[in-house]
């Protein structure tokens, strides 16, 4: 954590966070979860097309390379971007905890201009848990798992049922995800998390 107090912070009491039993093994791919999602669906042309992969305990890993299309400033990374990259890289959490949640507060420093081209080494952890909160960490990294930290995020993420995503989401999208049994499958498997 980037060691202010702010909404992203545990609580005192908070528990330490358990890695589900049925987590994906550390080094294990994690499959987009929707292949329309701008930070890992391979339908998106301009997406980042992140792959996630489990790590040790409650943490994740990723790759994400600057295209043209991610720009800002010429020739950098938008911020945005680089936003999203570590929310989806933070949304990958949840398949070690084998619950849904959602980003409800992302606190992200900019701490080094990332070049169209680099590859932005990500990191993600679960820090703590309280009830439905999630309290998570993550840091970016350029050219690799130990060069310079370009980007970090402390992250408040809020478990939610699948009806979050049913009630809210536009109809059109949601009864084509409602008709693809693989896609059923595995919003229920996390629905059964005990
Ligand atoms: C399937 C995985 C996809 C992963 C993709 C990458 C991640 C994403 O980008 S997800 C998309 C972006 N996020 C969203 O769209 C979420 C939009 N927000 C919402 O839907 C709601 O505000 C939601 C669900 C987060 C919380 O609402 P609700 O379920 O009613 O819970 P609510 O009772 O308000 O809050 C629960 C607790 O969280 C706290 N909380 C909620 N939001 C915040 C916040 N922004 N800051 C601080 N605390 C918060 C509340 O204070 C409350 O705390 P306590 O239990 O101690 O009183």
């Given at each position: 954590?980037?060691?202010?107090?702010?909404?992203?912070?545990?609580?005192?009491?908070?528990?330490?966070?358990?890695?589900?039993?049925?987590?994906?093994?550390?080094?294990?791919i994690i499959g987009s979860h929707y292949e329309y999602c701008f930070g890992c669906g391979g339908g998106v042309a301009h997406g980042l097309h992140l792959q996630t992969?489990?790590?040790?305990?409650?943490?994740?890993?990723a790759e994400f390379q600057?295209k043209?299309a991610h720009?800002?400033?010429?020739?950098?990374?938008?911020?945005?971007v680089?936003?999203t990259a570590?929310d989806e890289t933070?949304g990958g959490?949840?398949w070690?905890?084998?619950?849904?949640?959602?980003?409800?507060?992302?606190?992200?420093?900019?701490?080094?201009?990332?070049?169209?081209?680099?590859?932005?080494?990500?990191?993600?952890?679960?820090?703590?848990?309280?009830?439905?909160?999630?309290?998570?960490?993550?840091?970016?990294?350029?050219?690799?798992?130990?060069?310079?930290?370009?980007?970090?995020?402390?992250?408040?993420?809020?478990?939610?049922?699948?009806?979050?995503f049913?009630?809210?989401g536009r109809?059109q999208e949601i009864?084509a995800v409602?008709?693809d049994?693989d896609q059923?499958?595995v919003a229920?498997?996390?629905?059964?998390?005990?």
């Open positions: 954590m980037s060691g202010r107090t702010t909404a992203a912070t545990p609580p005192p009491g908070a528990a330490p966070p358990a890695r589900h039993p049925e987590a994906p093994a550390p080094g294990e992969r489990a790590g040790e305990g409650v943490s994740v890993t600057v043209e720009q800002g400033a010429p020739g950098l990374a938008h911020g945005g680089l936003a570590l933070l959490l949840g070690l905890l084998r619950v849904i949640a959602v980003t409800g507060r992302l606190e992200t420093d900019f701490v080094r201009p990332v070049p169209v081209g680099a590859v932005l080494h990500l990191e993600a952890e679960v820090v703590a848990v309280a009830g439905r909160k999630i309290f998570c960490t993550a840091t970016g990294r350029i050219g690799a798992p130990d060069g310079p930290v370009a980007v970090r995020a402390d992250a408040l993420f809020i478990e939610v049922k699948i009806d979050h049913i009630e809210n109809k009864q409602l008709a049994p059923v499958k229920r498997a996390f629905e059964v998390n005990p």
